[in-house]
């Protein structure tokens, strides 16, 4: 039986050459993505990494990328990893979405209650 689907677990394992971990700093689901403006598309790259580059274009957190993937959240990582590494995209932590506010203001409300 030649010519057969070798099925999805032989396939993702040939895809990350058989590791379960990104290289590098490691990151969360919620970690941004976002592709590093190119040029041109590197060539001799799996159509799954050519996919990261074209969801990244615009933001775009972990977990949805394995989402629009459709790959295991692992499998996703050690791609993000690899692209990482390529210098094609960047993983950085969410900003929060209240800044912290300035220790100085603190100490002026307490300064004010305690003069009432």
Known sequence: MTGEDP????????????????????????????TVDITTEPAEMMPEYLAVLSIC???TPVADV???????????????????RDGL????????????IDERIYREVLHGLRSL
Do not use: H, K, M, Y
Not at 7 to 14: A, S
Not at 89 to 100: E, F, L, N, Y
């Open 89 to 100: 995209v960047t993983i950085d932590r969410p900003q929060p979405a209240v800044q912290a």
């Open 57 to 59: 274009r615009r933001p």
């Open 66 to 84: 394995a989402a629009q993937l459709r790959l295991p959240l692992n499998i996703t990582r050690v791609i993000l990893g690899d692209l990482r």
């Open 7 to 34: 099925g999805p677990l032989v396939r993702l394992f040939g895809l990350t050459g058989g590791r379960a971990r990104p290289s590098g700093e490691t990151f969360d689901l919620v970690a941004i993505v976002t």
